[in-house]
Each structure stands twice: as structure tokens, then as C-alpha cells.
Nanobody, 116 residues
């Protein structure tokens, strides 16, 4: 079993920045990839960005050029630096980790609110 804990959500004005972090703990032999997803009210959960253990990254088109995902494999931690935030980035952001044979674990979510 693995547990994911997210930090760093909050309220920010449009154009501002926030940094999210997520630490994995528990019985983890190997992490295949970690990532961030988000869910806005009334919408489905969507991919924001992922990073593999080898460092390959993937971003949704809506955040490319504004968000940067990174990871510290030794600390089993993933980060999401969010710059030039827009009101449409408002959502609950969830950390996810694909571990071992492909089991996916989720964090509890952290609220990000971007005001006009």
C-alpha cells in the first residue's frame, strides 16, 4: 500500500504562481510515474502533467508553457510549479502515482483557486 499527501494549494490572483508538492510513502518498491490531475466543479477529472521515473514529461495542452512538473525520485516526491495562473485553472488538484505492476494511487486532493 502507498499513501500520497499533497501540499501547496491555495488562493492566488490571476497571473500569479503556486507550487504543489506530493510525497509518496508506504510499501513502494518502484514508481513508474507520478502526475497531477485536476477536477473543476461539474467537470471530469483531467490530466495536467505526468513525469516518469526516467524523467520524461507530458503536459495537457492547456498548461503547456505555464506549468512545470518535476520529481525527486529519492524522496518519492513530485512537484508542480504553476505560473501565469488563470481562473480556468481553478480546480481540486490530485496527485497520482503508478507503482510496481501498475497500481494507481491517489492523493486526497488540494484546492487551487485563481481569482480574477
Amino acid at each position: 500500500q502507498a499513501q500520497l499527501v499533497e501540499f501547496g494549494g491555495g488562493l492566488v490572483q490571476a497571473g500569479g504562481s503556486l507550487r504543489l508538492s506530493c510525497a509518496a510513502s508506504g510499501s513502494i518498491f518502484s514508481i513508474n510515474y507520478m502526475g497531477w490531475y485536476r477536477q473543476a466543479p461539474g467537470k471530469q477529472r483531467e490530466l495536467v502533467a505526468t513525469v516518469t521515473s526516467g524523467g520524461s514529461t507530458r503536459y495537457s495542452d492547456s498548461v503547456k508553457g505555464r506549468f512545470t512538473i518535476s520529481s525527486d525520485n529519492a524522496k518519492k516526491t513530485v512537484y508542480l510549479q504553476m505560473n501565469s495562473l488563470k481562473p480556468e485553472d481553478t480546480a481540486v488538484y490530485y496527485c497520482a502515482a503508478n507503482i510496481g505492476l501498475g497500481n494507481v494511487y491517489w492523493g486526497q486532493g488540494t484546492q487551487v483557486t485563481v481569482s480574477e
